[in-house]
C-alpha cells in the first residue's frame, strides 16, 4: 500500500504541471478582459499602459513560466518566511497578484477559506448526517410511505438547482416572514452566545439549501448500496443463524454498504474547498466559490488561475485519498 | 382647534430642536451601504473602476467637485479658479489653487501643497498604469508655490482646465504614505491600497477586497459635527435585483447603488414602503451605432475598415434615418428603464446649457414617414417582404453586450424595423468580451463587426469637448492602431472636425455650448447613431436616510458626511 502511494504521489507531480499549462493556455485563449468592466471614458492609450502594468504586453510562455516560478516557489517562500519568521535571500520577491485587487492572490485565499468551510463544510457535515438514516431506512423499507416520501424530497433536492431552492428561500424566509437575514454579515465576529445565534441565524439558509442537495445526492448512494447487500447470501446466512435483525442491518449490512458512500464521500471534499458558486453568490458569504466567479466574470486570470489549479490539486489528492481508504476498508482490494 | 395647532408647532418645534441637537459627529449608528458589484481597492488610480471611485471617495478627496446639478464646487480650496479671480491666467496656461487652511489628513498632520503635487507625480509616473492619467493630460509640471498654494502648467492653452484635481476621479493621495509607491511598484503596495488616508469624512478601518469594507469616522474631519454617521459597512457582491430587495423589501440595508433592475420588479418591491429609488441624470445615452464601413466578412483584414469600403446599405442616409424614425423610444423605456431614463434624440443629453432640440423628430416614432422615405429612395420590398436595392438588402446583424435589458430592447426594434421592411439578426456577447477591446478577439465593440451596436457612453464632468472629438476622423479604429480609436460609427466629415477643433480653441462658455450643440446636431442628423435613451443612475435609498442628494458628476456618495438617520 505504501509504494502504491508513493508511485501516485509521484506521478500527480506531472499530471498537475499538464493541469496547469492547460489551465493557463485555456485561460490565455478565453476573450474576456480584465479591462471590460472598466468606464469607456478611459481613452485607449491609458488602457494600453494599464495592461501593461499588468504584464499583459508579455509572451504567453515567459507569462507561464513566471506564474510557475511565483506559485511554485516564491509562494512556499513567503509562508515559509511567516511560519518560521526568518527570512530567505532579500526577502522581496513577486508574489501572484490579482488583477482586480492588486494585492497578493494567496492572501485573498486565506481570507475567504474559513467562510466557505464553515457554510459549505458545514452542509455537507450535516447532508452526511441526513443521508446515511434516511437511505437506511428507505432501503430497509423499500416502497414504504416512508421511502416513497423520502425518495421524492431527494429527487426534487437533486433535480432542482441551488439558485431557485436559494432564492426561494429568501423570498418566504426573509421577504415574507423576516425570519433570517438574506445577506451574510461577513464581519460578525462570535465572542459571545448572542453573536453566536446570529450567526447561526445567518448561516441557516445557506446551510440549508446546501445541506438538502447533498443529503439527496448521499442519500441515493446509501439506498442503492443498501439494496445491494440486502440481498447477498451472507445477510441470510446471519439472519438464519438467529442474528438480531438490529445486528444484521447495522453492524453486517451498513458497514459493507458503506464502502463505496465513503468513496463518493471523500471524492466530494474537493468539492467543499471550490465552495458553492452559486449559494455564496446569493447569499453574498464571502467564501471561494463567490471569490472565484467575481474573477471570472472580472477576468481576473491570475487569480482565477491559482484557484483553479489549487482546486485541481485538491481532486488529485483526494482521488487518491479515497482509493486508500478503499484499500484499507475492503480487505478483499489488494493494490500491490 | 387653536390648541391643537400650538401643540402642533409645538412639537415642530421640538422636532427641529431635536435635529440640532443630533448634529454631532457619530451620534447615528452604523450606515449600511450595499455594491452589488464588490469593491476590489480603494486606490482609484489602480482600478478606474466606477464602483472603486465611488467607496474610496468617502476617504479621499479632490481639491474641487460636481455637485447635484453639475456645478463645481470648492472643496478643499477656498474658490474655485477662474479668469475673473485671476486663478486661470489669462492665457488658459496655469490654474492656480489655493488650498483650504487648516484642513488635515486623517492621522492628523497636515494637508499641503506637496501632497497635491505628490498625487500628479503619483499618476503620470512611467510604468504604474496609472487608470485616471487622462485626467492629467496635457500638464507640464505642477508646482508647490507655498503649502496652501499649488500652481498646475499646461503645454497650451486649456480653455476647460478643471480636470485633474476635480471630481471623484482623481482625489488626492497622502505623500507620506504612498511615497515609496510610485511607478512599477504601486500594485505592491497593499496596505496602502486597501486603506488609503485621507481627508474625507470616514477613515477605512478594515478591507476585505471584493467583500466588505468598514469605515469609522475620521476623528480629524474639519467640520467637527460631521459626519452624523459613527461608521459604515459597505457590502459587495450578489446582483442588482436582490440588492434592490435588500433595501426596498427586508431593509437590512440603507442605500444601494445601480439600481439596474426591470421597472416591474422595481415597482412590487416599491410597495413594500421601507424606500424609494432616486436617478440621477448625467450623461450616458444608450444608442445604436451604426457602421458606415463594409462588415462584410469576405474582406478579410479589411473588414470592417475605412480601406474596405463604403456599408452598402448603411452608407445611404435614407437607410439611417428611416432606421431611427421607426423607433419607438417610449415603448424601450417604459419596457426597459421606467425611472431610470428617458427618451432621447441627442448624444450629448446634459448639462442643460447643452441641450438641443434640433433632433426632436425622432421622439415620435413615424413608422409612414420611414417607409415613405425608403420607397422614395428605391429600396423595394421583395417577396419575403425585406426591402432591396441592385440585389443589396436591408438585413442587418444588430449586435449588443450580454444584458437583460439589452436583449429586450433588441427584441424591440427588431419588431419596429420589421414594420419597414428591414429584417435584423440579434446577437450578444458577453460584457466582459465586448467592452475588453482584446485586439485578437473578433467580438469587441471596437471591431464592430457587425452592422449596428447597441451600448451606452458617456463622458466624466460637465465638458463634453474631449467626448466630442472621439468622432474625429483620425479617431477611427483599424488594424494600424491596434483597433483603438473611439470613432466606432467609423463617422468622417471635415466639416464636423472643424467645429470641434474650434471648440478646443473657444473659452467663452456660451460660444463652446453653441459649438458643442451645433456638433451633437451634426451627428444625429448625419445618422452617425441612432440615440435612444438617456439613462440616470437609479439608487436605492432606505426611508430612513436623509441626506442623499443623488449626484450623476461625481460619486453618488459625495455628501456622505452630510446623510444622517431619520429620527
Known amino acids: 500500500m505504501f509504494t502504491y502511494t508513493i508511485r501516485r504521489l509521484m506521478f500527480a507531480v506531472p499530471t498537475l504541471l499538464v493541469i496547469s499549462f492547460v489551465i493557463f493556455a485555456l485561460l490565455d485563449l478565453a476573450p474576456n478582459d480584465p ?42 517562500l513567503n509562508i515559509f518566511e511567516q511560519i518560521t519568521g526568518l527570512t530567505v535571500g532579500t526577502g522581496e520577491r513577486m508574489r501572484v497578484l490579482s488583477w482586480a485587487t492588486r494585492s497578493p492572490v494567496v492572501d485573498l485565499i486565506v481570507q475567504r477559506l474559513p467562510q466557505t468551510l464553515w457554510v459549505v463544510g458545514m452542509a455537507y457535515v450535516f447532508g452526511i448526517l441526513i443521508a446515511i438514516p434516511v437511505g437506511v431506512i428507505s432501503a430497509y423499507r423499500q416502497y414504504s410511505v416512508f421511502d416513497q416520501v423520502g425518495t421524492f424530497i431527494t429527487m426534487v433536492g437533486y433535480s432542482v438547482p441551488t439558485f431557485f431552492t436559494g432564492v426561494l428561500l429568501i423570498v418566504i424566509f426573509s421577504s415574507w416572514l423576516q425570519w433570517f437575514p438574506s445577506i451574510y454579515d461577513t464581519n460578525l465576529v462570535v465572542d459571545s452566545w448572542a453573536n453566536f445565534v446570529e450567526q447561526m441565524r445567518q448561516m441557516f439558509l445557506p446551510v440549508l439549501v446546501l445541506s438538502l442537495y447533498n443529503a439527496s445526492q448521499i442519500t441515493r448512494f446509501v439506498r442503492a448500496s443498501m439494496l445491494d447487500n440486502l440481498s447477498m447470501d451472507y445477510v441470510r446466512t446471519a439472519r438464519a443463524k438467529g442474528v438480531r435483525e438490529k445486528t444484521v442491518l447495522l453492524v453486517h449490512v451498513l458497514r459493507n454498504s458503506l464502502i463505496p458512500v465513503v468513496t463518493v464521500i471523500a471524492l466530494g471534499v474537493p468539492t467543499i474547498f471550490s465552495g458553492a458558486i452559486i449559494t455564496e453568490q446569493i447569499f453574498r458569504v464571502n467564501g471561494l466559490g463567490q471569490l472565484l466567479i467575481t474573477a471570472v466574470q472580472g477576468a481576473d486570470i491570475p487569480l482565477v488561475q491559482t484557484l483553479t489549479f489549487i482546486f485541481a490539486v485538491l481532486i488529485v489528492l483526494f482521488n487518491l485519498i479515497a482509493d486508500v481508504l478503499y484499500g484499507i476498508l475492503d480487505p478483499r482490494i489488494r493494490y500491490d | 382647534m387653536k390648541r391643537t395647532k400650538l401643540l402642533l408647532a409645538g412639537t415642530v418645534a421640538a422636532l427641529a430642536f431635536a435635529n440640532m441637537a443630533h448634529a454631532e459627529r457619530g451620534t447615528d449608528g452604523d450606515l449600511k451601504i450595499l455594491f452589488w458589484q464588490a469593491v476590489s481597492t480603494l486606490n482609484p488610480y489602480l482600478s478606474g473602476g466606477t464602483k472603486e471611485v465611488y467607496s474610496s471617495s468617502m476617504v479621499i478627496e479632490p481639491l474641487a467637485r460636481y455637485d447635484a446639478t453639475g456645478a463645481l464646487v470648492a472643496w478643499l480650496v477656498t474658490e474655485i479658479p477662474t479668469v475673473a479671480n485671476g486663478g486661470v491666467t489669462a492665457d488658459m496656461k496655469s490654474i492656480t489653487w489655493k488650498l483650504k487652511p487648516g484642513v488635515k489628513w486623517s492621522d492628523g498632520s497636515a494637508f499641503t501643497a506637496e501632497d497635491v503635487v505628490f498625487t500628479w507625480e503619483y499618476c503620470t509616473a512611467p510604468d504604474g498604469g496609472c487608470a485616471q492619467k487622462a485626467q492629467y493630460e496635457g500638464i507640464t509640471k505642477v508646482e508647490a508655490v507655498d503649502a496652501q498654494t499649488v500652481k498646475v502648467t499646461f503645454s497650451e492653452p486649456k480653455y476647460y482646465p478643471y480636470s485633474a484635481f476635480v471630481g471623484a476621479q482623481s482625489p488626492i493621495l497622502q505623500k507620506a504614505q504612498f511615497k515609496d509607491c510610485v511607478g512599477a511598484k504601486a500594485p505592491g503596495c497593499t496596505a496602502a491600497n486597501f486603506g488609503p ?82 436617478t440621477a441624470f448625467g450623461t450616458q445615452v444608450e444608442r445604436i451605432q451604426i457602421n458606415w464601413t463594409n462588415p462584410d466578412p469576405k474582406l478579410g483584414d479589411k473588414r470592417s475598415t475605412v480601406e474596405g469600403g463604403k456599408h452598402p446599405a448603411l452608407s445611404d442616409p435614407a437607410v439611417r434615418k428611416a432606421l431611427s424614425m421607426a423607433i419607438d ?24 446649457i447643452y441641450i438641443s432640440s434640433t433632433n426632436d423628430w425622432c421622439l415620435k416614432q413615424d413608422i409612414k414617414g420611414a417607409n415613405k422615405l425608403l420607397d422614395d429612395a428605391g429600396w423595394k420590398k421583395g417577396s419575403d417582404g425585406i426591402r432591396a436595392k441592385d440585389g443589396v438588402k436591408l438585413s442587418f446583424l444588430y449586435q449588443t453586450s ?38 485578437a478577439s473578433p467580438d469587441t465593440f471596437q471591431k464592430f463587426y457587425a452592422d449596428v451596436e447597441m451600448y451606452t457612453n458617456n463622458f466624466d464632468g460637465t465638458d463634453p469637448e474631449k467626448y466630442l472629438a472621439e468622432w474625429l476622423c483620425d479617431k477611427i479604429p483599424s488594424p494600424a492602431n491596434g483597433w483603438q480609436g473611439q470613432n466606432i460609427p467609423r463617422y468622417c466629415n471635415p466639416a464636423y472636425d472643424k467645429i470641434v477643433n474650434e471648440l478646443a480653441k473657444t473659452g467663452d462658455l456660451k460660444k463652446r455650448a453653441e459649438l458643442a450643440i451645433k456638433a451633437n446636431d ?38 456622505v458626511a452630510d446623510w444622517s438617520r431619520k429620527k
Open chain 1, 35 to 76: 479591462l471590460g468592466e472598466l468606464p469607456l471614458t478611459i481613452p485607449p492609450e491609458v488602457r494600453e499602459q494599464i495592461r501593461a502594468a499588468m504584464g499583459l504586453d508579455q509572451p504567453f510562455l515567459i507569462r507561464y513560466l513566471k506564474w510557475l516560478q511565483q506559485f511554485f516557489v516564491n509562494e512556499p
Open chain 2, 197 to 278: 488616508i485621507g481627508t474625507g469624512p470616514f477613515v477605512v478601518k478594515e478591507f476585505k477586497p471584493n467583500d466588505v469594507i468598514t469605515f469609522t469616522a475620521n476623528p480629524n474631519f474639519r467640520d467637527a459635527a460631521k459626519p452624523a454617521f459613527a461608521s459604515v459597512t459597505l457590502k459587495g457582491g450578489g446582483d442588482a435585483a436582490s440588492a434592490a430587495r435588500a433595501v426596498l423589501e427586508t431593509g437590512e440595508f440603507d442605500y444601494a447603488w445601480n439600481m439596474q433592475v426591470e421597472p416591474e420588479v422595481l415597482a412590487t418591491m416599491l410597495k413594500a414602503g421601507k424606500g424609494k429609488i432616486e
Open chain 2, 329 to 352: 423610444r417610449d415603448v424601450i423605456d417604459e419596457v426597459g428603464y421606467g425611472e431610470a431614463g428617458k427618451p432621447t434624440c441627442n448624444i450629448v443629453p446634459a448639462p442643460d
Open chain 2, 402 to 439: 450580454t444584458n437583460s435589458v439589452r436583449q429586450g430592447t433588441q427584441a424591440l426594434v427588431k419588431d419596429m424595423w420589421s414594420q419597414i421592411g428591414v429584417a435584423s439578426e440579434l446577437r450578444n456577447v458577453s460584457a466582459s468580451v465586448f467592452f475588453g477591446g482584446d485586439p
Open chain 2, 522 to 559: 451634426m451627428l444625429t442628423a448625419e445618422g452617425a447613431h441612432i440615440p435612444l435613451i438617456h439613462r440616470g443612475q437609479p439608487s436605492a435609498i432606505s426611508a430612513t436616510l436623509i441626506g442623499v442628494d443623488m449626484n450623476a458628476w461625481d460619486s453618488e456618495l459625495w455628501n
